[in-house]
Each structure stands twice: as C-alpha cells, then as structure tokens.
C-alpha cells in the first residue's frame, strides 16, 4: 500500500487543480490504511505522519479551489512536490523569527478562537513591538480600536465609505504602506479579492473582514519558504500627538483592516522601527505573488517590451506595481519633488495619445510630490474622469519620466498566470572566501523542461534574526552619518541566478569563465531574484546560485519553479566524481610571478597522483577579486617541485592569467604524477586561494614543500659574474658530515636585464678538477638554459669523505653567449646540513 501511496504522489507532484486534489485523497488514504496494518510502533507512526502530511496539502488544494471558485480569479498553483525530510526540518526551523514561531499554515482557523473568553479578557499577543527612539517620544500605549479617539464613533471599522487613501507618517515602513496602497484594488470587497485567503474573521457574504470578539487577529503570509501563520491583537500604538506611529486611511479614519495587516507584517520583520525594505518583498509576504525587481538604470531595459507586459497583466489583474527612487541630493529631491531612496504605490496606468503613464502615490501623508520639472510630456489626463481624483500626494507620470526618475520598478506578478510549481528548500553554508567567486560549493539545480514553454524561477532568502541586527547597527551608523538608506540595505549582501549549458546537460558548472552563460540575472541586495527563461526543450540546463558579501555564516533559501507544464528538477550532479580541494596562499616567500620571473619556482606547487588515465579539471579561486591568476599543470619526476618551465612541459593550463578565479581542463591525462603550480602575474602579489581538482578516478593532491622548507638556505654571498672571455667559473663547497644538498640559480635581476638574446647558463655540481671530473648533478638535463626563470640541480648526497680522496665538491656555473657587464649568476644551496662556500674563481680549463 504504501508503494501505491508513492505512486500517487509522484502524479500528485505532476498535478494540479481538481487532478492534484484526487491524487492527495489516495495517497493519504492509502497511508492510513498502512499504518492501520502496521506492526512496529514506529513503523505506524511514520505512515500516520506522511497521511498528515499529504492531508493538510489536500487541505490547501481544497482550500485554493474553494477560493478560486468564489471568484473570477484561476486557482493559485501549489508545490506538490513531496519534501524530503532535511526540507521539513528547513521549513521548521525557519519558524522561528525574533523570539516568535510562525508556524506553516495548515488549516484555516475555527471561528470559536475568535470569541469572547468565559471571563471576557480580550486577547493579548505577549510579542513586544520596538519603536524608534522618535516614535517613543510620542507613544501614549498600545490601545484597542474603541479607545482611539479617531477610531471611534458609528459605522463598520472593517468596511470603506470611501474609496481607500493610505499614508504613512511617523511609521519607517514606506514599503510596507506603498504595498498596501498599490494593492488595495485586489482586497476590495469584490469577486476574486485576495483578502477572505489573508485575513481572519472573514466575512465572506460582505467579503469584508469581521470584528474579532475577543481582539485576536489571524493572518495568512508568505515568507521563509512557506505560508504561515501570524496572530497579532487589535492593539495599536497610539500617538499623544496629531502625528500617527500606524497606517492610516485619510478618507475613512475609522478603517483599521490595513493597520492591522501592517502591525501582522511588522511583527515578522521585528518591529515598528524595522530598517525598511522593498515593496516587492513586503507584497510578497502579503500577498503571495512573485516579485520582479526592474532596475530602470540597466542598459539591458527594453521600455518598449517591459510596458506592453507590465501593462497587460495590470490591466488583466494580475500584476501590482510600485516603484523605488534611488539616492539623490536634497537639492534634486526640492527641484523634482521626489523623496531619495523611498517606495511609491501605482495606482493605475494607461496611455493618452501617444504618452504612456502611471498614476503614482506617494505614500506619507504630507509630502513632496513631483513637480514635473524636465517632464518629457505634457498630461492631459483629467482628474475628475478618475476614481482617485480626491485623494491626495498623487500625480500622473510618463513611462519615459519614471525610467529617468526612479531606480527601481517592482512588479508583483499573480502565480496564477502558471499551472505548475514546484519548491525546492535548501540550506548553503557560506564557502570560504576564497571560492566565493567561483562555483564549487554552491547550490546547483538541473533544470529539464519537455516542452519549452515560458518557466519563471523564483530564489528567496529566509529572514533571520541575525539580519535585523545588522540592519539597526548599520542603520543607526547611517543616522548618525547622514549617509544613504540604500547603503544600509546593502549590507545584508547580493545574491543572483544564472543559467548555463553544459556537458553532459544538466551537470555542474565550476564558474562562469569557459562555460555557456544563457541567462544572468543581476546581483540584488533583496532577499527575492526571479529569472525569467525560454529554456531548451527536453534539454536539462544547469541553475546555479550565487552571492557576494552575504554576512551571516549559513542560511536557507526557497526555489520556486513556476511553468505551465510539469519540470524535471533536481540537485546538478558533478560531471567528474572525484573532487579534492586544497586552500593556500601566496605570500611574500611564495608569491613568485609568472613563468617569466626567475622567482617563479617559489609559487605554490601541489603533487597530483593520477591512478589511471583520465579527463582532468581544475578551478582556482581567490579571496582577491582583481588578483590575476594562473594554473598549470607540468609533466615532472615524480611530481617534484619544478624550477624551470619549458613548453614541453605544460600539460595543461589556464587562460592567461585571469581575474580573481580561473579554470583549466585536460581532455585526457595519462595516470601518473604531475606538478601543478597556482601562480600570480607579478611576483609580490599576495592573497589566499582554494583549488579544487577533479577527475574521473580517485586522485591525491599533496603539497610540495618549498625548497627551503626543513632544510638550510646557504646563498654565495657574491654572484657569480663573468669577465670577457670567461665561460666557466667554479666555487668549492665544504661539508662537515653527509648532507642531502642541491643547487639553485638565476640570474641576478638587480644587475641589468642581459642582452637581448639572454645566454644560456647551465649549473652543475662536480667532483674533483681537470679532466678526471666527474659531473654529480646538472641543470636541465645537462641542456643550457635560459636562466632568467630559475635553475636547479637534482639533490644528491655530499660525503666529506669522498670530497677529500677525490678532490672536493664544486658548485660550476657556465655560460653560452655573453652576460651583461657587471650582470651575474645569484646561486645558493639548499641541505639538510651545514656547507661552506667558497668564492668564486675561473674554472676555464
């Protein structure tokens, strides 16, 4: 049975409406039926949970079309997509928020919790409310509606007289109040209005909201991954002012529905002096409808384009629109009369003649309104002929003005224009900073659609306590610093989506660089980012999730899929199984250059063992975002550290050195084992960085000690320089006991930069003189070499006594060609023991 419960959610999760409903009523019918025969009692515990489960989504499916039968509007798509279990605990844990759990809404509530106590005591939520140090000087207490004085007196507080003219005044939430404002047509007591699924005690006949009995509200809202439910009471802060600490409707003071739906959404975001946020967010949480975040100032913006959709979904119902300003000096915000860095309401849009415009409302109740100072039209819209004509701090404006004028255009687009969607919770723990430009550790989704129709993707960040802090420490730095609003919001970090084609389809993508990029969203510093997409049908394309500067070590995001036909999603999966990671740094020992510095062999180098042939990838990443970078990977004795880099011996390498991150990959690799070195472009450029290497067979990345890592550094105190027509000099090296050494060179870049043609230097380490010499170790396999990027020996064993019966060890440096005058060779030993070093004399024979 419980196989066939499984079957009917795997159609349930491809379903939806009245289909989806019948699928949930199986599958929970078959649980019960399960845990009725189960035996072990924990057995029948978790299928009497799973028949909860799929219960309650039955429940919000049944509810959804009850609410869409009601009215004009399409039912609203549901996630059927059956959580794992890690995603029950995300969406658990995410309840908790300032002290308060909100927890996932399941049923709507039992009208008795509305009614008046046995002993008439009013409800009263113990939450506390903080208010800013401006509102405390005026806060006279939290009063019930009858004991407002501006409440009070005949008629129905839950219904309008008048059409509904909200403003803000000492409140700090302009956001919250242009939301309210742009989406009163949709709570107005008509077919289809969103408030009887939001708001409760509802009067569904009047399609009102009722008068709780006991004070008690409870609210329906959409945040950290789920619709949850907030109880406030009726209490407001009242004012011993004419100034309002609420929102207020000027043309029906007596309304008090949208002060208590801002007090339910204050609560969630910590209080009344909350630091402010975006009207797309705040209509996100209210009303459930996907934010879109426009930015007017984009040189991607197509205004044609934009209008003609934003315009018709207006038009059909379907999109709520509100508008940002950006930062802006007090001398533009007298001359245009617009507030910096504040949230208006749309109130409609339409055209006249040939000008396309927005009735816009600015939100506090005495205010600037624009002036139309540089207004690319003259309106002609007629006051009288509008629905609005006596309400207050409004003003027509050209599409073409508001593009110029205002930052950012926010759309809040009805879910109901898609048949499907699909949530996907997870969790990411911020990475290092050195892979925060690059992709390795973060979230990545295979995305397949059979179809290619039109799909929206959602990615929200779940609010957490942490970030209020930030907010209020960073908004009261701002207070005190006259500084921008917009600054403040920023530091909560940036998060955006990209798309890409892979190979194989569907797999991982290391970074940007290298890869097809089919869509990049921008980097938002709100907690919502949709990216709209045709995609390729039946061809899976790889979403990938980033960000930039987020403060708080973890966090929890929801990923809403939204098509109106079903999707294939799940985690991207690595196109190479076996990953190993190493993190280092370039410091002032290490940080060598490029391969065009003899310094280059002082770059931190990693042993790769490979077991068997195999296609290789490797990913380099920085703490640094403008630190160019390489890596290489060069054919070596036994993955020894490398002095020398001949082309021979790149098998494989970066693009030329790149910004902040860079990506390598080797179709295929013989098993062996090789160096890699991870290199900057100028020796003395420091930072940290992370490689990740991945292959198809297990490997092992190792690194390489540095040359003079345990051992002693014994530089020749002088260079060895030639005179005209010396081509060989020679310096004696003396040891104690038996010691491990081995010699390093290059040229000396304080001495000129040699001749156009460098000479070709080769170093040997010998035994004895003459020629009965015997040569012990040699650079270059014995080759002349350039020796501008550095030389060394192999390490050999130096016995005293052999030194002594066979005529000494000598350090021999010869050149071909002809060094600069005065310019040299710098050599030094590196042992495992003490040498002395004698100077330099000519060894010509």
Known sequence: MEARALEHERHLARSQGPEALQHAIAAADLYMQAAQKATAPAERARLTRKCSEVLALGERLKANAKAAGAGSRPPVP????????AEKTIILRASRLHGNIFPPWDTTPDPAVFDTAPDG??????????LSAEQQAIFSGWKRPDEIPSVQGDGDPMAAAAEIDLAQDLATDCSVVASLCAAVRHFRPTEGSLLPSLMYPFDHDAIKPNISKNGKYVFRMYFNGSWRRVIIDDRLPASSTDRTLYVV????????????????????????????SNSGTDLHALTGWVPEQIFLQSDDIELDETWERIEKAYNDGNAIVTLGTGNMSPEEEETLGLVREHDYAVLDLKKDGHNRLFLVKNPWCDSLVWTGVGSSASLSVSRAASPYKDMTNMFWMTFEDVVQHFD???????????????????????????????????PQYSILSPSGGTVWI???????????????????????????????SKQLG????????????????????????????????????????????????????????????????????????????????????????????????????SAAYASYLFNPQFALTLPRATRLSLVLGTDTPDLPVHVAVLFSSGGQRV??????????????????????SIANIDPGTYTVVVSTFEPGQTGRFSLRVGAAVPVQLKPILADAAGRLRTPLPSPAIFSDGEERLRTRVGVGRLTRAGILARLDPNRGSGTPASPAIRVALELGTGPHRTTLAVTGEGEFADASRGLRTEDIDLDPEVARSQGGFWVVVEQIGSLRSRQGVLVEVLSDGVVNLGAWENADD
């Open 78 to 85: 549901e996630s059927t997509r059956p959580l794992t279990t």
């Open 121 to 130: 005591a009013a409800y009263v939520d113990p939450s506390p409310f903080s």
């Open 249 to 276: 409707d000027r043309r029906n003071p007596r309304l008090i529905w949208p002060a208590l739906i801002e007090k339910a959404y204050l609560k969630i975001r910590g209080g009344y002096d909350f630091p402010g």
């Open 408 to 442: 950012s255009l926010y759309v809040n687009w009805n879910p109901s224009l898609f048949r499907h969607r699909q949530d996907h919770h997870f969790t990411w723990e911020m990475s290092d900073k050195t892979e925060e430009l690059i992709f390795i550790n973060n």
């Open 458 to 488: 959602l990615l929200s960040r779940h609010w957490q306590d942490g970030e209020l802090g930030i907010l209020r420490e960073r908004k009261a730095e701002r207070d005190h610093r006259h500084g921008s609003l917009a600054n403040v």
């Open 494 to 593: 940036f998060m955006a989506l990209s798309l890409f084609a892979t190979t194989p389809p569907g797999t991982r993508v290391p970074l940007t660089e290298g890869h097809r990029c089919l869509h990049q969203g921008p980097y938002v510093d709100s907690p919502n980012t949709l990216l709209r997409y045709e995609p390729t049908p039946n061809k899976a394309q790889t979403l990938v999730v980033s960000q930039s500067e987020l403060p708080l070590p973890k966090y929890s995001f929801t990923l809403s899929l939204f098509s109106n036909e079903p999707l294939v999603v799940s985690p991207a999966v690595e196109p190479l199984a076996h990953n190993v990671t190493v993190h280092g740094a370039w410091t002032r020992r290490t940080a060598g250059g």
């Open 643 to 664: 002095t020398t880099v001949a082309g021979r011996d790149i098998l494989g390498a970066s693009s030329e050195y790149q910004r902040g991150r860079t990506f390598a």
